[in-house]
């Protein structure tokens, strides 16, 4: 059913979520669901400067003894980088552990050697065997969903809590914050832990078997957290989290290299989320950043609308772009445009296990959140 176009009287958000509400005031419910989660955060002391020096004492005291007190996921991206260095001079002892999807633009490479080296951080690059990757990106680009990044956030989770449980390590720590990311709707990107989703997907689409893709779904997440203790912790969200402050920070003290808009270190991730969303779901990642950033009093709503008015792409650049997409894919150029213009699926259009998976996380939230 076609909808009137309606955007958001307080941020950017608008009808191109198809899930989207509003108010009588015009106000959507995604930037009202950011207060009510920074409310929340802040009543279970997962928020501001005090809480988060309680749990640094209490990490340090867990790692006594053991080589690291935390194992951080970097990218090379603003996020995970500024982490490390709020984790610095925070006095922890970080294991840094990059997530190697064959998709790195050079200067996440370089942003992240310069982040180890200068900090003084050990690293370790948890390689995805590219051949099973491959084919795995590619089952999730002909299933035609919005979620084609799930399988790189599958793997990181999976990747971090491995080498947090070998190495001892208690606490897993995440660039993830509600300052930048707190909005993001679930017809933009549904669960990725839902393995009945992912196994569909794979088997109909794919041409291999998955074996050493390192999987996590909630039985892991269950077995990491109860059985061995790990927990997850987001230091962004005890700070106040400044994207252009931290950009400058970064660049001045650390070398860091600019590489463009959010998560654009990846080649891949650039290409799905500024192109291939926008063209098969006219979906725009920019707003929920932008929305994201408005309410947490970063930028006003009159310059997310200016910043949203310039191209999400540059022409030029995406079709040097899809030749480079092709041929890592081992597709060709033909067949990457034909998976392009096949319409777009939600989640819901494949099997998938969300009944079962809601009803497991109301439990969780409610007794162990």
């Known amino acids: 059913m076609n909808r009137t176009y309606q955007v958001c009287t307080r941020c950017v958000m608008d009808t191109t979520d198809p899930e989207i509400v509003f108010d009588e005031n015009g106000v ?3 930037c009202t669901g950011w207060f009510i989660t920074q409310a929340k955060l802040a009543n279970r002391k997962k928020f501001g400067k005090k809480n988060l020096e309680k749990i640094i004492n209490k990490i340090k005291k867990r790692g006594r ?59 370790q690059s948890f390689v995805l065997d590219w051949e099973e990757f491959r084919d795995i990106q590619l089952a999730f680009l002909k ?64 041409a291999k078997k998955v074996r050493k893709f390192p999987h996590f779904d909630f039985t892991l997440e269950i077995y990491y957290k109860f059985i061995k203790g790990i927990k997850i912790i987001y230091p962004l969200n005890y700070v106040d989290y400044d994207k252009s402050n931290a950009i400058t920070i970064l ?8 590489y463009g808009s959010k998560h654009h270190e ?11 969303l926008l063209k098969k779901f006219d979906l725009d990642y920019r707003k929920a950043t932008y929305s994201s950033q408005i309410c947490a009093g970063k930028i006003t709503r009159e310059e997310a609308l200016i910043a949203l008015k310039a191209p999400a792409y540059n022409e030029e650049e995406i079709q040097k772009e899809k ?47």
Not at 323 to 334: C, F, G, H, P, V
Request: hydrophobic share 35%; with cysteine; glycine share 8%.
């Open 323 to 369: 030749d480079y997409i092709a041929k890592k894919l081992s597709i060709s150029r033909e067949e990457l445009e034909n998976i392009i213009s096949l319409p777009g699926k939600y989640y819901f259009e494949y099997p998938n296990d969300e009944n079962r998976l809601n009803f497991i996380y109301k439990i969780y939230r409610k007794y162990f959140s």
């Open 266 to 276: 990846s080649r891949f991730t650039k290409f799905v989320q500024s192109y291939l």
């Open 251 to 258: 660049k001045e003290e650390l070398g860091w290299k600019d």
């Open 28 to 30: 959507c419910n995604h």
């Open 143 to 206: 299933a035609s969903v919005v979620e084609i990044e799930t399988p790189t956030d599958i793997a990181i989770q999976g990747a971090l809590h491995r080498v947090a449980a070998k190495n001892g390590v208690k606490y897993i720590i995440s660039g993830g914050n509600l300052a930048t990311e707190g909005i993001l709707p679930k017809m933009w990107h549904y669960d990725a832990k839902d393995t009945v989703y992912f196994d569909y997907i794979t088997r109909t689409f794919g």
């Open 65 to 123: 003894g053991k080589k690291y007190d935390v194992v951080l996921g970097i990218s090379g991206g603003v996020d995970s980088c500024y982490t490390a260095y709020v984790l610095k001079k925070l006095g922890l002892r970080t294991l840094l552990v990059h997530l190697d999807n064959g998709w790195n633009s050079d200067n996440a490479i370089i942003n992240i050697k310069n982040i180890a080296s200068r900090l003084n951080f050990d690293y």
